[in-house]
């Protein structure tokens, strides 16, 4: 039997789901902060439940579920992190997120690129951002390690004030 042959074949992130305290809280913020537009919604029991955002210039569809009780224990985590270009995306992101006032960890070296941390929603999930653009090159098979990414990680630009 082969193995790899019998691996399945994937080609992306279909949508990211995320619970919320309050849908028209968390749609106002994704749209202001980073350019989503309702695609879908879901309603129950005439309740709206879920709302679908795509964004205009590509990325993942983020679909925000209304479930505080899961929104609550889920604040702080960073489930996800959205692929941006490269390092001058990252910068314009920086900057944009600065000039709206929203604070962030600032642009940094990460692993393999660069990635923009410490984004948070208005229910504390941490969304952030890292570059396909990757810095270090690494053999087929090789694992990468970072010990401590705070400690490691070498920033690009000081944090926003």
Do not use: C
């Amino acid at each position: 039997m082969n193995v790899e042959a019998d691996i399945p074949g994937f080609v992306g992130v279909h949508h990211l789901k995320l619970p919320v305290r309050d849908l028209a809280r968390s749609e106002s913020w994704y749209g202001r902060m980073l350019g989503y537009r309702r695609a879908a919604e879901f309603v129950e029991r005439r309740v709206l439940t879920e709302v679908v955002l795509s964004h205009p210039a590509g990325g993942p569809d983020l679909a925000l579920r209304l479930d505080p009780g899961r929104a609550e224990v889920a604040a702080g985590f960073d489930y996800f992190a959205i692929a941006v270009p490269d390092t001058a995306a990252i910068e314009a992101l920086a900057a944009r997120l600065e000039a709206l006032g929203e604070p962030h960890g600032g642009a940094w070296r990460g692993l393999r690129g660069w990635l923009l941390p410490l984004l948070h929603d208005p229910d504390g999930h941490e969304v952030r951002f890292y570059t396909i653009e990757e810095h270090t090159s690494r053999a087929p098979g090789e694992v990468m390690r970072m010990v401590d990414p705070q400690e490691d990680a070498e920033q690009v630009r000081p944090a926003a004030p």
